[in-house]
């Protein structure tokens, strides 16, 4: 999961204040110290953890709760609204219209993987991409931008031998929508970068430019998008690797408070891997409330959204495990669903799913299909009839072990049955703080 320690951190600190019995100045600071210490080990600037422990410190104990709201649930809502204040108040906004993009950022950062992610967004989204291969100090990245382009069938530019000769080229014959323009890699502080940059602005004249940051850079973003700022004007940031460092609450941290949104997060490798970043729906998830917006979108895409809701509901047949198999491509990783639906992000209930079912390997995934269409439709709807005799035929007429039938049928039981006790996320419209996650939009 993506910041997978610094999650497992607020989650626990959210279940701690759930179970106080009394909400005390003494609970209070045990509490906050024990967030302070998951933030700091997420390397999330120490001046910003005390700030932000001094603003709940002074809201939950000097301040008296809203109407209607005990002061657990103000402590609570209270912390949500600082950890999201923390990871940035605002959601970007990419515009769904003809521009010219430039992506500017230090060697390593993930830019040119990042260029074939845009451009991916943005051909699902009905707009003509091309990506423009402005790289000419990385030996490899001109040919790394090609296979991403045949690999996307969008046109990727690169005539000329000089950065602002490719991008003059491309400028004077790219009919596209959209223009995706690689650049070299280096650190802001690097003179000839910064000429580079400049020269290239002057030609494309850009409708936006992102800033690259990789998660694993920590506290350091915050300079690094200062300085680049400074040189050629950034509109955006796009945070890279979120899925690899625990680092990654500090960077986010550090980019929202350099002045500029964060627009876009990579989550992956893959090229689907990536998707705006929304504080309020990443809060969410990391605290495990899910996101079923951000489910219900990834659906969509993959045309597959009956199989999300009927999830929700705890509706979950063989059919719809069926479904979820084939478009597990499009939609990334049961993990990553998962992690969308409330109460299944890394808590209990997702402890009790298989071992190594949540990111089934491709191979067995061929094979769970094979078995599934060797059933029949009634077998899909009722798995529970499948005994000893129906497992023989279908693993005959699959060509599968009843070994793996078994198993199979084993791991579908287990997830149907942590599907029905999260009630499609109804388990956070009962309870204590049900009355809490409906004011601010959680698991609803």
Partial sequence: MVLDKLGSGLKETFR??????????????????DLQRTLIQSDVDVQIVLGMSQNIKNKVLKEKPPKGMTIKEYFVKTLYDEIINLLGREKGKLGLKPSRILLIGLFGCGKTTTCGKLA???????????????DTHRAAAQDQLKQIGKKLDVNVYSEGKKPEDIAKNAVKKA???????????????DRGLAKELKNLGKIIKPDEVFLVIPADIGQAARKQSEEFNKMVGITGLIVTK?????????????????????????????????????????????????????????????????????????????????EQLGSLQKMGSLSSMMNMIPGLSGGALAKKLPKDFL?????????????IDSMTPGEREEPDVIKQSRVQRIAKGSGTTQAEVRELLKNYRQIKKVLKMTGGGKAFKRGPLAKLAKQFGLGA
Avoid: H
């Fill in 359 to 371: 990111d089934v390997q491709e191979d067995k995934m061929k094979r769970w299909k094979f078995i």
């Fill in 16 to 33: 701690r204040i759930a179970g106080l019995g009394i909400v005390d100045k003494e609970a209070v600071e045990r509490i906050v110290r």
């Fill in 120 to 134: 991916l967004w943005f051909k699902k989204r009905g707009l003509s991409t091309a990506l423009v291969a402005c």
């Fill in 175 to 189: 009919k596209e929508n959209v223009l995706i323009f690689d650049s070299a890699g280096r650190d802001a502080l």
């Fill in 242 to 322: 979120l899925d690899g460092t625990a680092k990654g609450g500090g960077a986010l941290a550090a980019s929202s408070v350099s002045g500029s949104n964060v627009l876009m997060i990579g989550v992956g490798e893959k090229l689907e891997n990536f998707e705006e970043y929304d504080p309020q729906r990443f809060v969410s998830r990391l605290i495990g409330y899910g996101d079923i917006q951000g489910l219900l979108e990834k659906a969509k895409e993959a045309g597959a959204e009956e199989t999300a809701k009927k999830l929700m509901e705890g509706k979950f047949t063989l059919n719809e495990f069926y």
